[in-house]
């Protein structure tokens, strides 16, 4: 069974910093792809940013040059940083993964807020 476990999320100032993380464990296999969506209240869940197995990334437009996604040497964790945080990027954070099917975290908050 396999399970993600995301860490890193938190309250943080316009224009500030953090880093999350997600392992994935339980599988014995590579996964696909590895990524990120995120859902604000009241909104739709949405993609934030990918990674597969190649390196080859895709981020949603309102976050390029600010966050960069990257998986560890093992392939089953994947990185996000966030970098110039601004209020509207306030929401859960959802790992999420690609193998035989797709695989969801549990969520991670990350308000952005002075």
């Known amino acids: 069974q396999v399970q993600l476990v995301e860490s890193g999320g938190g309250l943080v100032q316009p224009g500030g910093s953090l880093r999350l993380s997600c392992a994935a464990s339980?599988?014995?296999?590579?996964?696909?792809?590895m990524g990120w969506y995120r859902q604000a209240p009241g909104k739709q869940r949405e993609l934030v940013a990918v990674i597969n197995n190649g390196g080859s990334t895709n981020y949603r437009d309102s976050v390029k040059g600010r966050f960069t996604i990257s998986r560890a040497s093992s392939k089953n964790t994947v990185y996000l940083q966030m970098n110039s945080l601004k209020p509207e990027d306030t929401a859960v954070y959802y790992c999420?993964?690609?193998?035989?099917?797709?695989?969801w975290g549990q969520g991670t908050q990350v308000t952005v807020s002075s």
């Open positions: 999420w993964s690609l193998r035989d099917r797709a695989y």
């Open positions: 339980g599988s014995l296999f590579v996964m696909n792809a």
